[in-house]
């Protein structure tokens, strides 16, 4: 069975760092791309970026380019969105996702979301 | 990026209706179009792959159309538990960009 599993919430400062992490299980992790998709409270879906595990090759969207690192560590099968400095904006959870292998390349499979909260 | 315009950006429907919700691409993204299904306080769900594809179980009265700019999910009658926010998506390109949602809610 694929699973996604993502670390629990978090509660941050402006300008502190973060990670947090999603599990996968089930698949062959490294022949998959995962993706992370924003969330902002009350609001739709942001597309933010894929990594492929299996060479750590990453794709951005222009918004999130510079503001986050998405990777990956294939001996523990495990994704990652990271933060240097975090700011009350970046408050909303976050969807970590398996793009399936077909030509549609569509996310078949998500996590269960990590809410971040930035306040000071 | 290729914008994703939903319509409408909400509406209300009663049990058994026929609901039809419509997501237009800013430029052709052939049929590389995706519908996800959110109920409130969960992750979002696949319904529809590659403009018409039903997801495996997924009910049958979800149907997807459309290619190149202008895509329709529809529910041919809708349940209580059909009420959710509804997103599409292009994986044409990267970024793979979604439309603002549908909120489906109960009449």
């Known amino acids: 069975e694929v699973q996604l599993v993502q670390s629990g919430a978090e509660v941050k400062k402006p300008g502190e760092s973060l990670k947090i992490s999603c599990k996968a299980s089930g698949y062959i992790f490294t022949t998959y791309w995962i993706g992370w998709v924003r969330q902002m409270p009350g609001k739709g879906l942001e597309w933010m970026g894929i990594?492929?595990?299996?060479?750590?090759?990453?794709r951005y969207s222009p918004s999130f380019q510079g503001q986050v690192t998405i990777s990956a560590d294939k001996s523990i099968t495990t994704a990652y969105l990271q933060w240097s400095s975090l700011k009350a904006s970046d408050t909303a959870i976050y969807y970590c996702?398996?793009?399936?292998?077909?030509?549609?390349?569509?996310?078949?499979?998500w996590g269960q979301g990590t809410l971040v909260t930035v306040s000071s | 990026d290729i914008q994703m315009t939903q319509s409408p950006s909400s509406l209300s429907a009663s049990v058994g209706d026929r609901v039809t919700i419509t997501c237009r691409a800013g430029q052709s993204i052939s049929w590389y179009l995706n519908w996800y299904q959110q109920k409130p306080g969960k992750a979002p769900e696949l319904l529809i792959y590659?403009?018409?594809s039903l997801q495996s179980g997924v009910p049958s009265r979800f149907s997807g159309s459309g290619s190149g700019t202008h895509f329709t999910l529809t529910i041919s009658s809708l349940q209580p538990e059909d009420f959710a926010t509804y997103y599409c998506?292009?994986?044409?390109?990267?970024?793979?960009?979604f439309g603002q949602g549908t909120k489906v809610e109960i009449k």
């Open positions: 996702a398996r793009q399936a292998l077909s030509q549609n390349r569509h996310f078949d499979y």
């Open positions: 990594v492929y595990p299996g060479d750590s090759d990453t």
């Open positions: 998506q292009q994986s044409y390109n990267t970024p793979r960009t």
């Open positions: 590659a403009a018409s």
